[in-house]
């Protein structure tokens, strides 16, 4: 479990629980390159009102492209996937209500704190179950947003979905 800093200046837990949840349960569509989402950008991803998460191929490839270690180019897709839950968690939710609130879009669409905090989440994540975050994703990372809890459950949960094996603290 971590504590988020959300920009209202309260706290939201993520738990290994709820990173599990989300894992064994979002969706993916890839869309075709200059597709339009749902919430009416280009870039990045989207989430429509059945919870299907959307990627056009362009996304994928360009944040290919950006991955820390040329020879293990999968990094960037394990980046995409947590960033997306990470907009997902109830810290997630209440920075975007927030935001949608108080804060301004920027050129491409997106609130900056929404961005931000979904990098941090994703990389605390992956740090967690091993992966290798990217060194300098779109927005990069606050390392204010997080605050690590010293007493994580130190038996790891296995869950294995298509595609992988995420192991994860409760
Ligand atoms: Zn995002």
Known sequence: MFKV???????????GAEVKSFWASMKFQI???????????????STDANGVTHFSTDTLTGYQA??????????????????????????????????????????????????VL??????TIEDDVGLKPLSSPTYGYDGNVVTLSASVNPSPI????????LNLYA
């Open 158 to 165: 296995e869950t294995t979905k298509a595609g992988g094996t």
């Open 118 to 123: 979904a990098n941090s989440v994703a990389k």
């Open 66 to 115: 950006r991955s820390p270690d040329s020879s293990e180019k999968d990094k960037s897709f394990d980046y995409l996937i947590s960033h997306e839950l990470a907009h997902n968690t109830e810290a997630g939710r209440a920075e975007n209500e927030w935001q949608t609130k108080n804060g301004t879009k920027d050129a491409d669409g997106y609130y900056l704190g929404n961005e």
């Open 5 to 15: 800093k959300i920009s209202d200046g309260t706290y939201k837990n993520v738990t």
């Open 31 to 45: 869309d075709k390159p200059g597709t339009t989402y749902p919430s009416g950008t280009k870039n990045g991803a």
